[in-house]
């Protein structure tokens, strides 16, 4: 074997060391029986020995020297030139001299083209395309050894250095193989993708073709035609160009290329028939199937015979065009009012599992089958999905839980409508179903349908039980006690919850499933009464319920209102002091107050904004928005419990009147009787949802503080920088560690990483509905889907879920660190949750950007008499903090206002609640 110069058939299993990239690629496709040109090599030592025998390697060293990546074009420009002007004027080593004309003398009337071949080129993710030089169409060996000192100095050149900069590929040992291959003098020549570069799609090919020899494609020199054809079947999209210029061999030098006109008649001809199309596509394919990864191929065609010049790894493809993929919808119209925003990896990694858990031990009620629990454990992982950082429902998911039970379809709009769901769903259809399929549904559909009735007839009954357990296994926790307890025993705690409570929250599923079903009956029944605004009049029925957890917080704190207000002393304290010092202060001063303080936040200091996201800080951290609240609430003279008591029955009355005479008159005595049945137990269900709520919000108290707890043991070690690092550990990995299973224990590195990565999300917003098509965090703009309704200009208008008419200033509010006094201003915000209703009692109004008639905010507003509406698109965009609107709670129209002229023609804050 020579040392220098390797016959193809020498290089086939020559280490890609001494071949570089693109000769490594040329032996595979020879190796692999392709139809490529014959060719030979120069290998990299022969590059080592050409810049060591001139002594060429300190001045490489010198000039490449402090090259960073930040270095312009400027600055490298004049240190390739030095360098290629080096090796242009050096001589070839003798031996390599020597092995060149033993091989090519005999060839001195074939033309060859002389191409490098770099370490590192044709790689995948550095193709250095267009990089280097090529010299075509030389012959004879002078010109051959004049060809490869420029392919060697190209090595150098400014375009190739700045492209290692640009990739961060070292400028160090840079070695270069020469490749000497026969000439095709082409017909029409160009380069094949295997997977669509404008696309994007691997299922599609793009092949490019000019008249006349290959460089005139790559360099751009010429327009070419462009052939889109598919992987399989023979249909071909061609676009034909005016290829007005081809690069042909120079007849007139005796060597190289030069441009030239192409004649009329073939400007405007395809340079390909659909044949050659084909056979070029099956070519392409064969190569990337045995490469296994999409190619860019250089071809030329000559005499109807197709011939290879090399191939490399396709480096980019942009994400595709066309949705590939299954497609999967997701929402978070409803489920942002638990979760609203960026949530925190902890937290939606135990919702999730949460949801599993949950839901798994409801299809057990409902008598599904533990194989078809199984076979859907898919659906149970995945009834959520986190989106940079943002929850959402995986629709999909629940529709194929909802077909479970019976009557889908009237279940679907049921859920739709609990959920808040407005924009059009239509991946699962209530198709009529073949006799042979319903009589395979029907046991499962009996099964549930049995369950489920006997659940609703048991329910209060069952909320009791459920309630009891619950309150017991909250006693059981050493909530007080838990530094007390190791890293180990804090975990056994939380899985000991696992088990007692949420594998057995069953009863609030099935409560929910009652909710939907006779939400679903009343609407029903008043839109076929014909009830001017249904839902509104539906909204108005349900308000004034006694009973409601979500509400006491409210009262409880009017009441310690009322004391305040009768001692002065008290009321002079919480009016002078900042709110971070209150509870210190007035456990000194008012010994009675402080322990109403106190037995407060045991009761209610897990609900706050954003309670269910084990990140949110609660009362028991931080008591400042109980005292921001009760200043709120002093504000206003005219709350009071009697007050808000006389509001809460002022519409529920009318609203009785209006529905029981319409359905008295369409379906008569019977048919009010059903109706009231039904508004009977809807009242009772929402009642218990709200009660349970509180348990869950509880619950997560609980969580929240032994997860806080194993932080601050992991900080105090060093694990964690702080203890609420926590929170960027998922559910599995904190458990993991635990059980010796982690793939990462080096918690520094991988918080910090993913504190960075969410606090990017914080600051890009995304829709409440969109769809995916394939892998979710792949190629998915995550966009809304449907024509955008946010308008810019003119009024803005929601879901109307109580009556009154409000004209004031909007007071946005976003979270506890926002300015929270409202004394009559109308609320507004993107969503809310049960810990917001301490708010709600001094606003005028309040406007939910999202949500729905069944979402806490409408619940809430509806128990306290205040004018609500909810899903206003873009409403937090268009208001500014302190525009006058006048909003109408029945109506759900907001009109945007100018500001009063002067204070005195305003109406006062506490005055302009109710017009």
Do not use: C
């Given at each position: 074997m020579s040392r220098f110069l390797l016959s193809q058939e020498e290089a086939l299993f020559v280490p890609a060391e001494q071949l570089g990239g693109k000769a490594e690629n040329l032996a595979w496709l020879t190796r692999n029986g392709l139809p490529v040109p014959r060719w030979w090599v120069l290998t990299t030592e022969a590059f080592s020995s050409l810049i060591s025998s001139n002594a060429l390697d300190e001045l490489v060293r010198q000039e490449l020297d402090g090259l960073g990546t930040q270095a312009d074009i400027s600055e490298v420009q004049p240190r390739a030139e030095r360098i290629q002007q080096a090796i242009l004027a050096a001589s070839l080593p003798q031996a390599l001299r020597t092995e060149l004309q033993q091989t090519f003398s005999e060839h001195a009337q074939v033309q060859f083209a002389v191409r490098s071949s770099v370490l590192g080129e044709d790689a995948q993710g550095a193709s250095f395309a267009g990089?280097?030089?090529?010299?075509?169409?030389?012959?004879?060996?002078?010109?051959?050894?004049?060809?490869?000192?420029?392919?060697?100095?190209?090595?150098?050149?400014?375009?190739?250095?700045?492209y290692r900069l640009a990739k961060k590929l070292p400028l160090t040992d840079i070695r270069a193989a020469v490749i000497i291959q026969q000439m095709i003098d082409g017909d029409a020549s160009g380069v094949l993708f295997t997977a669509h570069p404008l696309t994007g799609s691997r299922q599609h090919m793009l092949i490019s073709a000019a008249w006349g020899c290959g460089e005139g494609v790559v360099a751009g020199i010429c327009n070419a035609d462009a052939f889109s054809v598919a992987h399989s079947g023979s249909q071909i999209s061609a676009e034909l160009a005016d290829k007005d210029v081809a690069v042909v061999f120079d007849h007139a030098g005796g060597l190289g290329t030069v441009e030239c006109e192409v004649p009329e008649a073939k400007r405007h001809a395809a340079c390909l028939t659909d044949s050659q199309v084909l056979a070029l596509r099956d070519l392409g394919l064969a190569i990337a199937t045995l490469k296994g990864c999409p190619q860019d191929i250089e071809w030329t065609l000559a005499q109807g015979r197709l011939h290879i010049l090399q191939t490399r790894p396709v480096t980019a493809l942009p994400a595709p065009q066309q949705p590939v993929g299954r497609r999967v919808v997701f929402d978070n119209s409803n489920i942002q009012e638990s979760y609203c925003g960026v949530t925190t990896p902890l937290t939606f990694s135990f919702a999730n599992r949460a949801y599993a858990t949950v839901y798994e031990q409801t299809m057990r009620v409902l008598g599904v089958s533990e194989a078809a629990i199984q076979s859907h454990r898919d659906?149970?992982?995945?009834?959520?999905?986190?989106?940079?950082?943002?929850?959402?429902?995986?629709?999909?998911?629940?529709?194929?839980?909802?077909?479970?039970?019976?009557?889908?379809?009237?279940?679907?709009?049921?859920?739709?409508?609990?959920?808040?769901?407005?924009?059009?769903?239509?991946?699962i259809e209530d198709r009529e179903l073949t006799g042979r399929e319903k009589l395979a549904k029907l046991p499962q559909v009996l099964r549930a349908a049995w369950h489920l009735l006997q659940g609703f007839r048991q329910m209060d009954s069952r909320v009791s039980e459920f309630r009891a357990l619950f309150e017991a296994a909250y006693q059981s926790v050493p909530r007080a006690q838990l530094q007390g307890l190791s890293v180990g025993e804090l975990v056994e705690l939380a899985r000991r919850l696992d088990r007692e409570v949420l594998a057995r929250w069953t009863t609030p599923i099935v409560n929910d499933f009652y909710v939907m079903m006779m939400n679903g009956r009343v609407h029903r029944a008043l839109t076929e009464a014909g009830v001017e605004q249904p839902e509104l009049v539906q909204n108005n029925l349900l308000s004034g319920e006694e009973g409601i957890e979500s509400t006491e917080p409210t009262k409880w704190l009017l009441s310690m209102c009322a004391e305040v207000r009768s001692k002065p002393a008290l009321a002079e304290l919480l009016q002078n002091h900042d709110n971070a010092t209150l509870l210190g202060r007035i456990q000194v001063h008012d010994a009675a107050f402080y322990a109403r303080c106190l037995e407060y936040i045991e009761r209610y200091g897990d609900r706050t904004m954003g309670e269910l996201k084990l990140e949110s800080i609660t009362l028991r951290q931080d008591p400042s928005f109980l005292f921001a609240v009760l200043k709120n609430y002093l504000s206003r003279p005219d709350l009071t419990l009697e007050t808000l008591a006389a509001n809460e029955a002022r519409f529920r009355q009318e609203a009785e009147a209006t529905a029981f005479a319409a359905v008295t008159q369409h379906s008569g005595k019977s048919g009010l009787k059903r109706f009231k049945k039904h508004l009977a137990a809807l009242r009772a269900a929402i009642r218990n949802r709200e009660n349970m709520r509180l348990a869950r919000t509880r619950l997560f108290g609980l969580y929240r503080d032994i997860f806080l707890e194993i932080g601050a043991q992991f900080a105090l070690d060093g694990e964690l920088e702080n203890a609420r690092d926590i929170f960027y550990l998922s559910l599995d990995e904190l458990y993991a560690l635990n059980d010796g299973r982690a793939v990462q224990t080096r918690l520094k590195p991988l918080v910090s990483a993913r504190q960075a990565e969410y606090a990017d999300y914080q600051a890009h917003d995304l829709p409440h509905h969109f769809h995916t098509w394939g892998m979710v965090y792949r190629h998915n703009a995550f966009a809304y889907p449907h024509a955008e309704t946010v308008s810019l200009e003119g009024d803005l208008r929601g879901t109307g879920c109580y009556p009154g008419i409000v004209e004031n200033r909007v007071r946005l509010i976003f979270s506890p660190e926002d300015e929270l006094s409202l004394n009559g201003q109308i609320l507004c915000t993107v969503r809310t949750d049960p810990g917001w209703a301490p708010l709600f009692p001094t606003a005028g109004g309040i406007l939910v950007e999202r949500g729905s008639t069944l979402s806490h905010s409408a619940v809430v507003a509806r128990e306290l008499g205040i004018p609500a509406i909810v899903g206003i698109p873009g409403v937090t965009q268009r208001l500014k903090d302190g525009q006058w609107v006048r909003m109408d709670g029945s109506t759900g129209n907001i009109e945007l206002l100018d500001a009063p002229s002067t204070e005195t023609n305003a109406k006062p804050e506490a005055e302009a609640a109710h017009v």
């Open positions: 990089q280097m030089d090529s010299y075509l169409y030389q012959r004879g060996l002078a010109a051959i050894e004049q060809s490869v000192l420029q392919v060697a100095a190209s090595a150098f050149n400014a375009r190739a250095l700045m659906m149970l992982d995945n009834m959520l999905g986190l989106i940079h950082g943002r929850v959402y429902y995986n629709i999909n998911n629940w529709y194929r839980g909802l077909q479970f039970l019976p009557a889908f379809k009237t279940n679907k709009a049921d859920m739709e409508r609990m959920m808040g769901l407005t924009d059009p769903v239509d991946l």
